[in-house]
């Protein structure tokens, strides 16, 4: 358990403490640059989320595709990507910050320079399936790439690692009397021994964590047991609170009644030694949950029977590794329910010196349920003697044509992060067979109806994400404030 600290040194050896893993992410030599790097990657998600600013090209294209994705109507998605490479048809956007704005354009093809800090360059492209015995169904494929400055594929592990660490284990001093007081006083339903360790997250990062106390609640921060075999136990869970949300952020609030129950899901990452990592969340509640064993280095420990297993930590360079997502959610709206078992996205992993680069594949189909009254009054029994097929068979129906996406390989997922002192690279990519008739069709756009946010909510949204960044600029110049520390403190 923490102690009390005796020196006011000591209240800054914990702040420098807390902040370890937004440092981390840099990987650069002192504290001074690496939160000097950090400031204008900050500068420029907030220019992203606030000042973002088509030009006329721009926006006449992306409200053509984006009616063609809102009413999941494929065939006016393909006809409006404006370059043909027959069977293809596809669009391509590059994305800068300009001054005291964030420019989107459309660019000319798919290899648009982004050789500046927060620069994106998007690709959409798609063609009709070729295959006339399959039905109707378009291959679609995105990109994404994006310079991030000075996070590369190490720090970022490393600070993932060291993230979950400081979560999950107190330091050895205790975190200042008010600090404990306005943390004990915004997460009062945190158990008594999770809150010396939140009052010492609370003062790490008080602007931020007032932030979201405006909003939010933190219900756990450590799991049963706390600790085990040597290694340490994170189980966070957090949640918005409806009344203060509507109080801060109205359209956001909106927006979240608009979700209401819409999802409950499940995804465990596994593999052959064990199971790394559990997330939930539910809409309904606005609660998310994160579950995962982690050792002193901040490395990740798989556990098998709820047991963690230390000799099976990753370590500080994971070179490769196989792993599968495997996801159980619920879903539902205007009064029905599709339920999915055993969404499985199998992954391989491999990092080099250029850098880290993840491949997953969806190969197959999980176990499709449907119940519930349609708009409250219609029950699936019926649309399904309505329908040619029920409503079960066209969920899997879609799933199985994504399955069988890339000649039977499954749909592709990548990720690619480079590991370079500055400029790295993300490049996200995706392609996969897109079932398209009247019934999938259908049941897309009601679930659009739900998910996607209305002009006024998607600016609550903005504002949100704007506000949460200031207050974790204005944590971080705090810490860029502090010097050289005593290091007798001896926090871990």
């Given at each position: 358990m923490p102690v009390a600290a005796a020196e006011n040194a000591c209240h800054d050896a914990l702040v420098v403490d807390q902040w370890q893993p937004f440092v981390?992410?840099?990987?650069?030599?002192?504290?001074?640059?690496?939160?000097?790097d950090l400031g204008r990657v900050i500068a420029v998600q907030r220019l992203i989320v606030g000042h973002a600013e088509p030009d006329a090209a721009a926006r006449k294209l992306r409200?053509?595709?984006w009616k063609g994705v809102r009413d999941y109507d494929l065939d006016a998605l393909y006809e409006a990507l404006p370059v043909a490479d027959p069977p293809w048809r596809a669009a391509y956007f590059i994305s800068r910050p300009a001054g005291d704005i964030y420019r989107l354009s459309v660019a000319d093809g798919p290899d648009a320079t982004i050789d500046s800090l927060g620069a994106i360059r998007t690709t959409l492209a798609a063609k009709p399936d070729e295959k006339a015995d399959r039905g109707d169904a378009f291959t679609v494929r995105g990109a994404l790439g994006a310079n991030i400055g000075?996070?590369?594929?190490?720090?970022?592990?490393?600070?993932?690692?060291?993230?979950?660490?400081h979560s999950a284990q107190p330091a050895n001093i205790s975190a200042p009397g008010p600090a404990q007081q306005a943390?004990?006083?915004?997460?009062?339903?945190?158990?008594?021994?999770?809150?010396?360790?939140?009052?010492?997250?609370?003062?790490?990062?008080?602007?931020?964590?007032?932030?979201?106390?405006?909003?939010?609640?933190?219900?756990?921060?450590?799991?049963?047991?706390?600790?085990?075999?040597?290694?340490?136990?994170?189980?966070?869970?957090?949640?918005?609170?409806?009344?203060?949300?509507?109080?801060?952020y109205p359209a956001v609030d909106d927006y979240m009644a608009q979700l209401a129950d819409l999802v409950e899901a499940r995804i465990r990452v596994t593999s052959a030694a064990g199971q790394w990592l559990v997330f939930t969340v539910d809409s309904g509640a606005r609660q998310i949950s994160v579950d995962a064993w982690v050792d002193d280095d901040g490395h990740l420990v798989p556990s098998a029977d709820g047991a963690p297993r230390?000799?099976?930590?990753?370590?500080?360079?994971?070179?490769?590794?196989?792993?599968?997502?495997?996801?159980?959610?619920?879903?539902?709206?205007?009064?029905?329910?599709?339920?999915?078992?055993?969404?499985?996205?199998?992954?391989?992993?491999?990092?080099?010196?250029?850098?880290?680069?993840?491949?997953?594949?969806?190969?197959?189909?999980?176990?499709?349920?449907?119940?519930?009254?349609?708009?409250?009054?219609?029950p699936t029994g019926m649309l399904d003697a309505l329908m040619p097929k029920d409503l079960a068979s066209f969920a899997e129906q879609f799933m199985q044509r994504l399955a069988d996406s890339d000649d039977g390989a499954g749909a592709r997922l990548a990720l690619d992060l480079t590991d370079r002192s500055t400029d790295n690279r993300l490049v996200f990519e995706g392609e996969g067979d897109l079932l398209d008739n009247f019934f999938v069709r259908f049941g897309v756009k009601l679930m659009n109806g739900r998910v996607l946010p209305s002009g006024e909510q998607l600016a609550g949204l903005r504002r949100l994400l704007d506000d949460g960044l200031g207050a974790f600029e204005a944590d971080r110049l705090r810490r860029a404030g502090i010097g050289r520390v005593d290091t007798a403190c001896h926090l871990r």
């Open positions: 981390a992410l840099t990987r650069h030599g002192n504290a001074s640059d690496a939160l000097a409200g053509a595709l000075p996070i590369g594929w190490q720090g970022a592990y490393e600070a993932a690692g060291l993230g979950i660490l943390a004990n006083g915004a997460f009062g339903e945190l158990a008594k021994d999770d809150r010396p360790l939140m009052a010492q997250l609370w003062y790490g990062l008080p602007v931020t964590w007032a932030w979201y106390a405006r909003i939010g609640r933190v219900e756990q921060l450590r799991g049963v047991p706390a600790t085990a075999g040597g290694v340490h136990h994170l189980h966070y869970q957090a949640a918005l609170d409806a009344s203060e949300l509507a109080d801060a230390p000799d099976q930590a990753l370590g500080d360079t994971p070179a490769r590794g196989d792993f599968s997502t495997d996801i159980n959610a619920r879903m539902r709206a205007y009064g029905m329910v599709i339920a999915f078992d055993d969404l499985t996205i199998d992954w391989h992993f491999t990092a080099d010196a250029s850098g880290g680069h993840l491949v997953g594949r969806l190969d197959d189909v999980p176990v499709t349920r449907t119940s519930g009254r349609a708009f409250g009054i219609v």
